[in-house]
């Protein structure tokens, strides 16, 4: 199965679970709705968001669409709300592509990347900006590479994005392919098992789109600039 029918069958836990949400359905579209109440550290509601879960096709392979309704949140890419569209600004690409690939329910979204998403436009409220914040547009899923591969050096992360394309088989113990002089294990292990959830059709479209940045343009630009000097 792999329309509405995923979506749909997932309601009943969540709703059980959440009782302030509901489910209805729009034109076809199924969706959840409703208050989502926000738990403090003590135990009490730190704050309440209307929001609206609505399904799309391909779901689980991609989020449902989410929205906050109340009107607290502006709208605008500065809060991670799309203008276009006025939905939620979860997670980038890549890290959404991912955690997909590894699995997610109707609960589990809402309990991590929905929960999520409104802790952080809390702390926003109270603090003047995000905590850990991603950046809008291709800068934001470059940082999510430059965090996965722990290098803000963009032909690095070309690099180790071609070691995943050529698919070579690294043992632990081996020297990282990075230079570092670490051991493999001890390096970059883990943002390899990390990107292994990105299918390969992935790998190659995010290396082409990092190609056609303009933050790799400048980089090349400023590489070739020192090789003539």
């Known amino acids: ?13 969540v ?4 009782k302030e949400l509901s489910y209805k359905n729009v034109d076809g579209i199924p969706c959840i709705f409703g208050s989502l109440v926000l738990i403090n550290e003590y135990g009490g509601i730190e704050d309440t968001y209307q929001i609206e879960i609505k399904a799309m096709p391909d779901y689980p392979n991609s989020f449902p669409m989410v929205f906050e309704t109340g009107g607290r949140i502006p709208r605008n890419v500065d809060w991670h709300i799309f203008e276009d569209n006025g939905n939620c600004c979860i997670a980038s690409p890549p890290e959404e592509i991912i955690i997909c690939n590894s699995g997610i329910t109707l609960l589990s979204f809402i309990d991590n990347q929905v929960k999520n998403y409104f802790y952080s436009q809390i702390f926003r409220n109270q603090n003047g900006y995000f905590l850990k914040e991603r950046s809008h547009g291709n800068k934001g899923w470059i940082e999510f590479f430059e965090e996965t591969f722990m290098t803000n050096n963009i032909f690095n992360i070309e690099f180790g994005l071609n070691q995943i394309i050529e698919g070579k088989k690294i043992d632990r113990v081996s020297l990282c392919f990075c230079g570092s002089g670490k051991k493999y294990r001890k390096c970059h292990k883990k943002s390899y098992d990390i990107l292994s959830k990105l299918s ?8 082409h789109s990092l ?3 303009n933050e790799y343009k400048i980089a090349v630009y400023q590489r070739n600039q020192l090789l003539i000097k």
Do not use: A, G, S
């Open 1 to 13: 199965m792999n329309d509405y029918t995923i979506f749909e069958e997932q309601v009943p836990t």
């Open 15 to 18: 709703i059980e679970k959440y």
């Open 200 to 207: 390969l059709e992935h790998i190659h479209y995010f290396l």
């Open 211 to 213: 190609r056609e940045t």
